[in-house]
């Protein structure tokens, strides 16, 4: 078997390494009268799939490298890299697992620049990375800072939803051995919403459920009804809590010289907070009124004598 080729012009020899100083075009024509018999243009495949090598690996069908980038010293300065490969079609490139069977149906259905198969237990796209995949919607500008901010896994895009999931056991999930599971951060909207037609529009599951921190002034917890109550607290079923019997519950004295705990003078009407003396006893206090032509008003709320717990 003779050298491959050297020249451009020179005949491809396989089995050898063929070079040459200008492109290498391969176009497929129609002009059988019985009309192109395959589906396909070049093929690259493997007798029996299989290749037996003194090393534990396998032989992968095409490899292509594009240029990396190269300092001219000149006016072009650094010439960019070059692509490993470009395809152009229904969708760009179609990629399968050996055990995913191939669905031409799927590929005339979806029109991707990049489809991958999987299976069960095989990704149909695996991205490595910091971040591992990038993706934007067409209206928004590529943002290399915000891209390389922290090495995420996923990173999306957009000027309307930048990741949006969609499944029967749940839209998106989140996990986390030692920190969020789910994180949402805004400016000048809530960091997190949730919403749902017949059931809670945030459910929260540990311990405890729900956690809300108001940094500053801010509330804890801000919660709105409609027509209905703005709280509610479902009520544990227990057997009979016994007797009642009047009492006169004991106050914090307010007064002209006693002005009470220092509370928010720019609170809201029906805030509700709560107070630790150094004696470690709690106290419930309530806003009345929100501030007007004075600051904010705050009244004690009275309770029963205190018991000891047993449950």
Not at 47 to 57: F, G, H, K
Request: aromatic residues 4%.
């Amino acid at each position: 078997m003779g050298a491959g080729a050297d020249n451009a012009g020179d005949k491809m020899v396989v089995g050898r390494t063929n070079e040459s100083e200008e492109r290498t075009v391969l176009v497929a024509k129609g002009g059988d009268e019985d009309g192109y018999g395959e589906d396909y243009v070049l093929r690259v495949a493997i007798e029996n799939d299989r290749v037996l090598r003194d090393v534990p690996e396998g032989v992968d069908a095409v490899h292509a490298s594009g240029t990396v980038p190269l300092p001219t010293g000149g006016a072009l300065g650094t010439l960019p890299p070059g692509n490993g490969l470009v395809a152009v079609g229904a969708n760009g490139v179609v990629g399968y697992v050996h055990d995913a069977p191939r669905d031409k149906l799927q590929e005339q259905q979806v029109h991707a620049g990049v489809l991958g198969a999987g299976t069960t237990a095989l990704p149909g796209v695996f991205g490595r990375g910091a971040p591992g995949v990038v993706g934007y919607s067409q209206d928004a500008a590529r943002d290399v800072a915000w891209e390389t901010a922290d090495p995420s896994a996923v990173c999306g895009r957009a000027t309307g939803i930048g990741v949006r999931g969609k499944g029967d056991d749940g839209g998106v999930r989140g996990e986390s051995e030692n920190n969020f599971g789910v994180e949402g951060k805004s400016t000048l909207a809530s960091g997190v919403r949730g919403a749902s037609e017949r059931a809670a529009g945030v459910f929260g599951e540990g311990s405890p459920g729900v956690m809300g921190n108001g940094p500053g002034n801010g509330n804890g917890g801000v919660f709105e009804s409609e027509k209905g109550a703005q709280l509610r607290l479902t009520p544990r079923r227990m057997g009979p809590l016994g007797p009642t019997v009047p009492t006169t519950p004991e106050a914090v004295l307010v007064n002209e010289r006693q002005h009470g705990p220092r509370l928010p003078k720019n609170g809201q009407a029906g805030e509700f907070t709560t107070l630790d003396d150094p004696a470690g006893t709690c106290t419930l206090w309530f806003c009345v009124s929100g501030p007007g032509p004075g600051p904010a008003r705050w009244a004690q709320v009275l309770l029963g004598p205190a018991f000891d717990g047993r449950a």
